[in-house]
């Protein structure tokens, strides 16, 4: 009886392992990977998992994660982030929104905002626009005299829209899961992106409505008001274009429009004269290292997942869901909490591996009573869990755009600074989760319309 229990149980003994494994510091990949291997090794001796499975992980990495085309957009988003961090294409841009929003209510930290917006549009890497939004505005916010938990708060919800608002790697990752065509995910998650953003604005309005930005806090320029908007706006514009327009116009897949992108930024770098041999090579070894470690993490993950099912682990998942009172908003709201909460301790690829591969399955044979179709239920989901997961990157004590930004904000500025000004911004972006909840059509009115 015992040991049926414990055979029973396995699988959820791999979770508490593999959280004990991560905040040991070891390397996420072989955490994951190693977790993977050990419960094997014990389902070996308990019988319930054969060795020859071993080989099953292999080809199940070489056949969903290194000859998988959709995945090589990847470091392509990556390079593309890279180029733009180091052109000057931010700073040009940051100072034409400065100018444009000057007599609003917050003007400055619009901007920073709106920069956010448009820099997650054109690339995805949130460590990257995090450290660049600090670097070019935090000194410039505390001069203007917004205190520093606001200015914390602003600069990180900034930085991370880029998770949500396409092309975004993690929506690249999600697709690919839960098999899902990108372009579909990408429609359907920019209007809960660009909502999201819209609520920090009107937040910003609300709470600096007696703020004014003064024009001596303008970066000095001779150049013509007009020449500054253009040679802010038209680079960023023309790369969203660029990716974006020619994903929706269906003229090319996330695939061929990352390409596009990631030449066309270093074509941008070149024009501007920010592009040397040394950094070109920087930009490479980034693209290189960031790259390694994402799909270090999917090979690690793919053995985590197959063991834990071997194990029985959907079954446990399935009874343990079927035990809970309320039916499929139940499991929705578990789902949504337990994801919120693991985003405190740990980042959104540990999360996204190994939450999707097991739950999706179950939340996709579910009824929603005609609240969604179920062809939708999926795309649905995956929005959800993004704008959940967004919040990983600003809830403490690990939300890694806050040490992002500690790294590189002034001195003067501490950790609680940080971490009291994010929690606005944090209750916003779970009322955008709400609202997405309720409302589907907030992300299914673009799919719906450009698919007419």
Not at 226 to 251: D, R
Not at 385 to 392: C, E, F, P, R
Not at 396 to 417: C, I, R, T
Request: charge should be neutral.
């Amino acid at each position: 009886m015992m040991m049926d229990s414990l055979i029973y149980f396995l699988p959820a003994l791999m979770f508490p392992v593999l959280a004990l494994g991560l905040f040991s510091g070891f390397p996420v990949a072989f955490v994951l990977g190693g977790v993977g291997l050990l419960f094997g090794l014990i389902g070996m001796g308990l019988d319930v998992f054969n060795f020859k499975e071993f080989f099953l992980i292999n080809s199940r990495i070489f056949g969903a994660v290194v000859e998988n085309l959709i995945l090589i957009s990847i470091p392509m988003f990556i390079f593309m982030g890279l180029i733009l961090e180091r052109s000057g294409i931010a700073r040009e841009l940051l100072h034409s929104l400065q100018i444009m929003t000057k007599r609003a209510p917050g003007g400055l930290a619009m901007s920073v905002t709106l920069l956010g917006t448009i820099m997650a549009a054109t690339t995805g890497i949130i460590g990257a626009s995090v450290v660049m939004i600090t670097l070019m505005a935090f000194p410039a916010m505390l001069s203007a005299n917004y205190d520093k938990q606001f200015t914390s708060g602003t600069i990180a919800a900034a930085g991370t829209l880029g998770i949500l608002i396409p092309p975004s790697i993690m929506l690249v990752i999600m697709g690919d899961l839960l098999s899902i065509s990108v372009t579909d995910l990408f429609m359907t998650a920019l209007i809960p992106g660009l909502m999201l953003a819209t609520f920090y604005l009107i937040y910003i309005m609300i709470k600096n409505r007696n703020h004014i930005q003064n024009d001596a806090s303008l970066p000095n320029s001779d150049d013509p008001l007009l020449l500054i908007i253009l040679k802010g706006f038209l680079p960023a514009i023309l790369l969203i274009f660029l990716v974006l327009g020619s994903v929706f116009g269906g003229y090319a897949t996330p695939t061929e429009a990352a390409g596009v992108g990631a030449f066309s930024a270093l074509i941008l770098a070149v024009i501007k004269k920010k592009l040397d041999l040394k950094k070109f090579a920087e930009m490479c070894d980034g693209t290189i290292k960031t790259s390694g470690m994402v799909f270090g993490i999917f090979v690690g993950a793919t053995a985590f997942s197959y063991v834990f099912r071997s194990l029985g682990g959907d079954d446990l998942i399935i009874n343990l869901m079927n035990s809970f009172p309320g039916g499929p908003w139940t499991v929705l709201l578990i789902l949504m909490l337990i994801t919120f909460m693991l985003g405190f301790f740990f980042d959104w690829i540990e999360i996204t591996l190994i939450i999707l591969p097991i739950f999706a399955p179950i939340l996709n044979g579910l009824d929603f009573a005609g609240h969604i179709e179920t062809a939708q239920i999926l795309p649905w989901f995956a929005i959800l869990m993004a704008i959940n997961l967004q919040t990983s990157f600003l809830t403490p004590p690990f939300g890694f755009a806050l040490f992002y930004m500690k790294g590189v904000a002034p001195k003067s500025v501490m950790m609680q600074d940080i971490y009291k000004g994010v929690v606005p911004y944090i209750i916003i972006q779970l009322i955008g989760l709400i609202f997405v909840m309720i409302f589907p059509a907030i992300a299914f009115w673009l799919p719906s319309l450009l698919n007419q």
